[in-house]
């Protein structure tokens, strides 16, 4: 056995472990409403048919360019009504009660104000 060989090679993978560890997972601080908004979406599996980060798919809107047109009435009407292959969330009391949250959430998002990713509530 060479000892030499295994000696890298533990080395290397002890090396790997604690840049994983060490490596902090980026997240990026935003006002409360825009994080409670982020919490909704994920908590609420908005990220199924838009995507992670509201940018859609082929069979589903992307969320970014929808507000760039959709005045928050119109956004609150399509979440809380449903429209086309989009089902009614009005009877979903998370949804329901920090519709204006989510609204900020995207609305941030289509704007470029807030990054795609991990958020975290600002100090």
Same mark, same amino acid.
């Not at 060490?22 to 997972?25: C, I, L």
């Not at 199924?48 to 589903?60: D, K």
């Given at each position: 056995?060479d000892?030499?060989?295994?000696s890298?090679?533990?080395t290397?993978?002890a ?6 560890v060490?490596?902090?997972?980026f997240?990026a ?6 994080? +409670?908004?982020f /919490?909704?979406?994920?908590q609420?599996?908005?990220e199924?048919?838009?995507? =992670?980060?509201?940018?859609?798919? !082929?069979?589903?809107p992307?969320l970014?360019?929808?507000?760039? +047109?959709?005045s /928050?009435d119109q956004?609150k009407e399509?979440v809380?009504?449903?429209?086309? =292959?989009?089902?009614?969330?009005? !009877?979903?009391?998370?949804?329901a009660e920090?519709i ?5 959430y995207?609305k ?9 990713g ?5 100090p």
């Open positions: 056995m000892h030499k060989k295994t890298i090679r533990k290397a993978l090396t790997l472990m604690l840049g994983a060490a490596a902090p997972a997240s601080p935003v006002d409360q409403a825009t994080y +409670n908004g /919490k909704i979406y994920k609420q599996r908005c199924t048919c838009h995507g =992670a980060t509201g940018e859609g798919s !082929a069979a589903f992307n970014l360019n929808s507000l760039k +047109n959709l /928050k956004f399509v809380l009504k449903g429209r086309n =292959a989009m089902p009614p969330f009005e !009877a979903n009391k998370k949804v920090g204006d949250d989510l609204y900020t995207i941030g998002r289509s704007d470029g104000t807030v990054p795609a991990e958020l975290e509530k600002a």
